[in-house]
C-alpha cells in the first residue's frame, strides 16, 4: 500500500475513535445531570446524589484487574461496540423504571471496560510518532465532551425543555411514555450512545498484540497485585499517582459540591448550577494548554505547589455570593487544576511505562483514581447526612486539598534529599 494511502486510512481510523469516544463521554457527562435531576423528581434523600457517581465508579474498582485482560482479548472496536451496548441498556433501563442509582451502576460497567480500549486502540492504528498529538486530541474531547455535558445536561433538564417538548409531545400522544425532562433527557442521551455504537462499528478489524499467557481470574489478580505494589514503591510513581487519585477524587466530588453551594450561595436552579460546573472544566482546557507548553518532564514534580493554592481558592468560595466572581473562581480552580495534572500524569504515564507497561500502568491509576472519588463522595454524603452545612462542607473541601498537597509536596523533597 502506497504510504500517502495508508497514512489517509490511519487519519481516517482515528477520527472515526475520536468521533466515538466524543458521543460516548458526552453521553456519560449529560447523563449524571440527568440521573441528578430524575432522584430530585423521586424525592430522593439529598446524600444520594453523590452516592450516585459512587455507583457509577463502583465498576472501575471492582473490573480493574479484568476489563484490561478483556480489553486485551478482542478486537478493540468490537470492544468499544459492548461498552457502548451496555450503556444504551442502562439507559433504557433508566427509563423503565430502574433506581437512577443501579441504572447508573450499569452505565458504569460500560464505562469501565470502554477505558482501556479506547487507550490502547491508539497504539495499535497510529505510529509512535503520532501517539503524544493522538492523546492531547483525545484528552482535549474528553475536556470538551465534560463542558458540553455539563451544557447539554443542563438544558435538557430545565424548565423549558419541559414546557416545549415534553408537553408538545403528549399533545400529540407522542411521548411514549416521557413525562419529564429527565426521562427527555435520558431519551436525548440514549441516542448519542447509539450514534457512538455505530461509529463503533466503522472501526477496522485490528490484530490482538497483547494476549496475556493466562486469563484465569486468579492470574490476573495477581497480576493487578504486582503492578500496583511496584507503583506504589517507586517515589516518583508514587507522588504522581497519590496526587492524580486526590485530582480526581477532589475534581468529582467539586462538581456536586457546586452544584448544592450555587444553589444557597447564588440562588441558582439545577440547570444553572449545571451549566456553572462546567467552569471548571474550561478553566482545566486553559491549565492543560499552559503546563504542556510551560512545564517539560523532569521539571513535572516543581508544580505540586500549585495544589496548595488551588485547595485555598476553593476554600475562598465561602465569601462568594456573586455569580460573576464565582465564574473567575470556578475557572481559576480549573486552570491550577490543569497545571498541575497534565504535567502529574505525563510523569506517571512515563513511570508506568518504564515499570510495567502502559497496560498495567492504567489499569492501577483506574483503580486508585476511582478509590479516590469513591471515598471522597462517601466523606461528602456522610457529611450532608449528619447535617454539615454547605459552607462548613467547602472549608474542609478546600483545607484537605491544601493540607494533603503540602505532606506530599514534603514527603517528596524529602525522599529526594
Given amino acids: 500500500m502506497a504510504p500517502h494511502i495508508a497514512n489517509k486510512s490511519m487519519n481516517r481510523n482515528f477520527y472515526t475513535i475520536l468521533s466515538a469516544q466524543f458521543f460516548s463521554s458526552l453521553g456519560d457527562n449529560a447523563l449524571l445531570f440527568a440521573a441528578i435531576a430524575l432522584l430530585q423528581d423521586l424525592n430522593a434523600p439529598s446524600w444520594q446524589t453523590p452516592v450516585l457517581q459512587q455507583f457509577f465508579v463502583f465498576a472501575f474498582i471492582v473490573l480493574a484487574p479484568f476489563v484490561g485482560a478483556f480489553s486485551d482479548a478482542l478486537p478493540k472496536g468490537r470492544v468499544m461496540f459492548i461498552s457502548n451496548s451496555i450503556k444504551i441498556i442502562g439507559c433504557i433501563a433508566m427509563l423503565s423504571g430502574w433506581h437512577p442509582l443501579m441504572a447508573y451502576g450499569f452505565v458504569g460497567i460500560g464505562a469501565a471496560i470502554y477505558s482501556p480500549a479506547k487507550y490502547g486502540i491508539l497504539t495499535e492504528c497510529l505510529p509512535v510518532d503520532r501517539l503524544v498529538w493522538a492523546n492531547g486530541w483525545m484528552e482535549g474531547l474528553t475536556v470538551a465532551a465534560i463542558i458540553l455535558g455539563a451544557i447539554v445536561g443542563g438544558l435538557l433538564i430545565g424548565h423549558r425543555v419541559e414546557l416545549q417538548v415534553v408537553q408538545q409531545l403528549e399533545a400529540l400522544d407522542f411521548n411514549g411514555g416521557i413525562d419529564t ?152 480552580v480549573g486552570v491550577l487544576a490543569g497545571s498541575f495534572l497534565i504535567p502529574m500524569n505525563a510523569l506517571l504515564q512515563y513511570r508506568g511505562h518504564q515499570l510495567m507497561g502502559s497496560g498495567h500502568s492504567i489499569a492501577v491509576q483506574n483503580f486508585n483514581e476511582n478509590i479516590s472519588i469513591l471515598l471522597m463522595l462517601g466523606a461528602y454524603a456522610l457529611m450532608i447526612q449528619v447535617g454539615f452545612s454547605i459552607n462548613s462542607i467547602v472549608v474542609v473541601f478546600g483545607l484537605f486539598i491544601s493540607v494533603t498537597m503540602a505532606l506530599l509536596t514534603k514527603k517528596h523533597r524529602q525522599d529526594q534529599n
Fill in 181 to 332: 425532562a429527565p426521562e427527555f433527557a435520558i431519551f436525548v442521551i440514549l441516542g448519542l450512545y447509539f450514534i457512538a455504537a455505530l461509529l463503533n462499528c466503522f472501526i477496522p478489524k485490528l490484530p490482538i498484540e497483547h494476549s496475556l499467557p493466562k486469563r484465569t481470574p486468579w492470574f490476573l489478580l495477581v497480576d493487578f497485585g504486582k503492578s500496583f505494589l511496584t507503583l506504589w514503591k517507586d517515589p516518583l510513581g508514587q507522588v504522581s499517582l497519590a496526587v492524580t487519585s486526590l485530582f480526581w477524587g477532589a475534581g468529582t466530588s467539586l462538581r456536586f459540591i457546586i452544584l448544592t453551594w450555587s444553589a444557597i450561595a447564588l440562588k441558582f436552579d439545577l440547570e444553572q448550577a449545571t451549566q456553572l460546573t462546567a467552569m471548571v472544566a474550561v478553566g482545566l482546557a486553559i491549565g492543560s494548554i499552559i503546563a504542556a507548553k510551560a512545564v517539560p518532564l523532569g521539571h513535572a514534580v516543581k508544580v505540586l505547589p500549585l495544589g496548595i493554592v488551588m485547595g485555598l481558592v476553593v476554600l475562598s468560595m465561602v465569601f462568594v455570593t456573586d455569580w460573576r466572581v464565582s465564574v473567575f473562581m470556578l475557572i481559576l
